[in-house]
């Protein structure tokens, strides 16, 4: 696929994705959709890449939302459409993903803009970073995980205030209720997301990935994440992973993993 409003980059074991609409403040619309699905899509099938950094174009804005010209116009079944493709394609895809995906926030986030940063695993912000959902005052609520996900992160209370309000927080105060891990200059943005990504991807692949995996099996209820964790812990056992990190635990040396 030709990417027009994506930049795909990788670098040794790092896909960079930049959301480029900087003129539109990275607003999420239909191609865009299409084309973080292709590239995350790949980064999955290629065992060069470990992990997955995402960041919007420019200063302003991370994804400032979604492009509202695209369904001022739909009807409910078109709503529940647009919400189900949007979860299929992008943001269950991110969630789901075995390899870690962390968000470089920069700028606004709003709406979708936050809600693809709920989806990732790890959410480093930039100071001057404003987080927020803003849908009610369209007469909407968030369609892409963000009743779910924000509540997952910061509890039921706020949630409920982000929500109902329709409030932007500033990064600090996201920070403070453990809706992103780190604040950083934005001078410092990329770099410290890259100096995490590369910190993760020097641990064992295997255990990163079935680490995901029992952490995401405690968000689901149809499910018991204690029988998950202890599957996953025994499959570990079993892998070159394991034999290599103990290895060199007794060695007194650097483990040297290597990816499939």
Not at 11 to 38: V, Y
Not at 81 to 106: E, M, R, T
Not at 131 to 144: A, K, S
Not at 153 to 173: C, P
Request: charged content about 25%; aromatic content about 6%; some cysteine.
């Amino acid at each position: 696929m030709k990417y027009e409003n994506i930049l795909v980059d990788k670098k040794e074991e790092i896909l960079w994705i930049t959301i480029n609409r900087e003129s539109k403040l990275n607003a999420l619309n239909k191609p865009t959709l299409d084309e973080l699905n292709d590239a995350i899509s790949n980064a999955q099938n290629d065992a060069e890449i470990g992990g997955i950094i995402i960041t919007g174009a420019g200063e302003k804005a991370f994804v400032a939302g979604a492009d509202i010209s695209e369904f001022s116009s739909y009807n409910n079944e078109e709503g529940k459409v647009l919400a189900k493709q949007g979860h299929d394609k992008v943001f269950d895809l991110i969630a789901n993903s075995p390899k870690p995906v962390i968000a470089a926030i920069n700028g606004f986030a709003l709406g979708g803009g936050l809600e693809l940063t709920l989806a990732c695993q790890i959410r480093i912000a930039s100071e001057n970073a404003k987080l927020g959902l803003p849908e009610v005052t369209l007469g909407l609520i968030p369609g892409y995980g963000g009743t779910q996900r924000l509540t997952q992160l910061v509890g039921r209370g706020k949630a409920m205030e982000m929500i109902l309000t329709a409030d932007m927080i500033n990064a600090e105060s996201a920070l403070s209720f453990g809706l992103v891990n780190q604040v950083v200059p934005l001078v410092d943005l990329l770099a410290t997301s890259e100096g995490m990504m590369k910190k993760i991807l020097s641990r064992s692949p295997k255990a990163i990935k079935a680490a995901i995996t029992a952490i995401n099996a405690s968000l689901d209820s149809s499910i018991n994440g204690f029988e998950v964790e202890i599957e996953e812990f025994g499959n570990c056992f079993g892998t070159d992973d394991f034999k290599e990190g103990v290895a060199a635990f007794l060695e007194k040396r650097k483990a040297n993993f290597k990816r499939d």
